[in-house]
């Protein structure tokens, strides 16, 4: 039996799933021997309890507070998975200069995801470190080498999109798309917001009839209207973006610019920015 198996074994057995009669009323305790692990310095096991927490496993509901506690245990024990999860729960709460320290951490022990996040904050600016294209795109680079799509979409929907020009190259963003395309079996098996990169790029490219069926194809699974359903291709379009979903006033937006022969700009802009100076306003 391996460590994961033993470990969540162990865990059923303290909620009363494996060999109990009845489930325990309250949130369950972490069995001793599991306790005792840790106190050995036993990351990976400090790690699974901070999942089980995390994920409400079993008989335990979610509890953020106390997955934090032990994902820190579990990065302070040097577990990169640990490392991760407690600088992400860190930069959820906005706590972005701490957040940022352990996601370096884990990168230097190759966790992938976490080459991605620090990307971000030249994206968007988090902990006041400089918006700069080119040391995202580094350290994007880094999470694609390790296989992490979200990389290889959000940077090459930068590529594609940047208002500045030292920033953009369509043809390194089409590259980007048709390797995550492949790698994930194709157009069909794509996230719709992928496919919504994939748009941007064909435009940037000056591809325009291929960026408008793709996003037309978009706008119709996002906004839940067809355009077989109405006389006309503005009819179609205004009704979808006065659709809920926030998608679609933007997404039609980028339809009407392929339309008129015309790539897609837009400066990123972070509401994790905007949400944490209105705390600090308030």
Known sequence: MDKRAFVTLILLMG???????????????????????????????????????????????????????????????????????????????????????????????????????????????????????????????????????????????????????????????????????SSMGGLERMPLSYIDTKAAVLAEISEFNEAIATQGFVVEAYCGLYLDDFEDNESWMAASAKQPHDFCPDGVARLRQYMARKPWREKPVSTWLESAGADEDE
């Open 15 to 181: 909620l009363g799933l494996v060999g109990a009669n009845e489930p325990e009323a309250e949130q369950p305790k972490i069995p001793e021997i599991l306790l005792e692990k840790v106190a050995q310095g036993d990351a990976e096991t400090a790690f699974f309890i901070g999942n089980t927490y995390l994920k409400g496993e079993g008989n335990f509901s979610t509890d953020l507070e106390q997955a934090k506690k032990w994902f820190k245990k579990a990065a302070e024990m040097d577990h990169p998975h640990g490392m991760f999860e407690f600088g992400l729960m860190q930069f959820f709460d906005k706590e972005f200069e701490s957040a940022h320290g352990w996601f370096e951490k884990a990168a230097k022990k190759g966790h992938a995801e976490s080459f991605y996040r620090m990307g971000n904050y030249h994206v968007y600016g988090y902990d006041d470190r400089p918006v700069d294209c080119q040391s995202a795109y580094q350290l994007f680079d880094e999470a694609q080498k390790r296989g992490v799509d979200v990389a290889y979409n959000d940077h090459a929907w930068m590529l594609a999109t940047l208002p500045e020009k030292s920033c953009r190259n369509g043809e390194k963003a089409w590259r980007l798309m048709s390797q995550l395309e």
